[in-house]
């Protein structure tokens, strides 16, 4: 202990003499703690409350402790650390936690310096406290004690349990590192959902240093370029680490300019999450993660960027089953792009046209039509984007993912002849160091081999694809490519004499997590 913290206790524990010997309840005592120690050392008021009841840090953590032990909650995980934090003012505690203090020192909120009423519904003059000389003590008639909130603790996930919340994914993210088996469990799901939610409360409802937002900027630019190549469970704890703490930045309102650029940043991060979360196959999520997105890239007024996120948002249709709603979404997104060269211009035509394509088995003429249309659209578009848009795969788009995606939406036309010649232009875009695309961009070769009526072709090229791919690199959204190729050999020809064998490479691939796609 310091001498200045030395001083402060000494004072306190006076204080808090003089006021037990003049019949004063703790509340009371605490109060005269802030007012005599507050200008000499900066005591705050929920401080006061612990230093006016005589106990230790320690003491305080027991008794919450036991608190949600007798609550059937699991243990909290706030320590001595975190509450220090709060005592100094560098944090303060979520609704949650704020509960359980005023129920310790048997106070409401404002008594521990903090505004609006407590989450319970009800006031904290009940047993379970720090200590019984409490129990008679005189009611509270502070204003904070009236006109509480009518809502249980653990009802809404939306409650700000922030702290929780990100423990979670920092656990998670220290076992990923660890290299210990994880999975995306209910309670990693729940604290991605509950940072994605209040980041929509805040969006709703923050200041902060220009350095600090370039910093953040800088950040979430790296989070993109590692999207191709950082596993998506651990790429995503990092996101929304970042993401919470922006959320931080906008409780206030800011300055405009400033407000600006931590809405873009909530946009991009928002909408880096929803395709990361379509990576691991939760399309829920994902598309609760772009709605967010959307919030935030409307309070910037910038069309290019709620277009990019939009954009993306089509991808999840496009992917689990619903190419109407993703072409709907993708002409959406082409109108906001407007005439402004931007991500979104070339992006959204691409997705329109695979839309179509696969809206039309059948591939008559006018739906072709139209599709390559929208693909002469987007190259056209694409060539009018800056050279660092070009070279963004996550906020941007790349030469090699228009090449991809157009190869991809001629297969689904029956285009068979064309698609596989872009095809191999684009694995030649790609660096022997990629492995996802080009898988995807093999498997669609494989395709038009079958389009084509060459069997044998499509089986060995699909083969040689799946025999290459290595440990972790059997995401369950491409050996479902994998899984197409034999049920369309089996469709011609349910006795191809490789069929069997293919089939049976398939059965003994585990499927991993993925690491990114050029979705």
Request: hydrophobic share 40%; with cysteine.
């Amino acid at each position: 202990m310091s001498g200045r913290q030395h001083r402060e206790t000494e004072l306190a524990r006076q204080i808090r003499a003089r006021g037990l010997a003049a019949g004063r309840g703790s509340a009371q005592i605490a109060e005269e703690i802030y007012d005599k120690c507050g200008p000499q050392f900066g005591t705050t008021r929920i401080k006061g409350h612990r230093l006016a009841h005589g106990v230790a840090l320690a003491d305080v953590i027991e008794q919450i402790r036991a608190l949600f032990e007798r609550d059937g909650k699991a243990a909290p995980g706030i320590g001595e650390t975190l509450l220090s934090a709060y005592e100094s003012g560098l944090k303060r505690p979520g609704p949650e936690y704020l509960h359980y203090l005023c129920t310790a020192y048997r106070v409401e909120p404002d008594s521990l310096g903090y505004d609006g009423p407590c989450i319970c519904g009800h006031g904290h003059r009940m047993p379970g406290v720090v200590r019984g000389d409490l129990q008679d003590e005189r009611p509270d008639t502070s204003p904070g004690s009236r006109g509480l909130l009518a809502r249980q603790i653990s009802g809404d996930p939306s409650e700000d349990r922030g702290e929780e919340d990100e423990n979670v994914l920092r656990r998670t993210l220290l076992q990923f590192l660890a290299g210990t088996g994880i999975a995306l469990d209910g309670q990693v799901l729940g604290s991605v959902e509950n940072i994605r939610r209040r980041m929509d409360e805040t969006l709703v409802s923050a200041t902060v240093s220009p350095a600090m937002l370039d910093q953040w900027e800088e950040a979430t630019i790296g989070f993109g370029r590692q999207y191709m190549n950082t596993p998506p469970l651990r790429l995503l704890c990092d996101v929304l680490l970042e993401f919470s703490a922006v959320r931080k930045a906008m409780e206030r309102r800011q300055p405009v300019d400033l407000q600006e650029r931590l809405c873009r940043m909530a946009a991009q991060l928002a909408g880096l999450s929803g395709m990361i979360m379509v990576n691991l196959g939760d399309h829920r999520m994902a598309r609760s993660f772009f709605r967010t997105g959307r919030t935030a890239a409307d309070d910037t007024g910038d069309r290019a960027l709620r277009a990019w996120v939009i954009a993306r948002e089509a991808l999840v249709p496009l992917y689990y089953g619903d190419p109407r709603e993703a072409l709907n979404l993708a002409r959406k997104s082409r109108d906001l792009a407007g005439q402004t060269p931007c991500a979104a211009q070339a992006m959204a035509p691409v997705v329109e046209a695979r839309a179509l394509a696969m809206l039309s088995t059948s591939g008559k003429k006018e739906v072709v039509d139209q599709a390559k249309r929208a693909l002469s659209r987007a190259r056209a578009a694409f060539s009018q984007m800056t050279a660092a848009e070009q070279d963004d795969s996550t906020f941007g788009y790349t030469e090699r993912q228009l090449y991809f995606h157009q190869g991809d939406a001629l297969v689904k036309l029956g285009q068979a002849m064309e698609a596989d010649l872009i095809l191999e232009q684009a694995l030649t875009k790609y660096g022997p160091s990629d492995w996802l695309d080009p898988t995807f961009i093999k498997f669609d070769r494989a395709t038009c081999k079958l389009l084509e009526g060459d069997l044998d072709e499509a089986l060995s090229i699909a083969k040689v694809t799946l025999a290459g791919l290595g440990d972790g690199c059997r995401p369950d959204i491409l050996m479902q490519r994998a899984h197409e190729v034999a049920k369309a050999v089996e469709a011609k020809d349910p006795n191809h004499p490789e069929l069997k064998a293919y089939l049976e490479a398939l059965r003994a691939v585990p499927v991993a997590d993925p690491s990114g796609i050029d979705l």
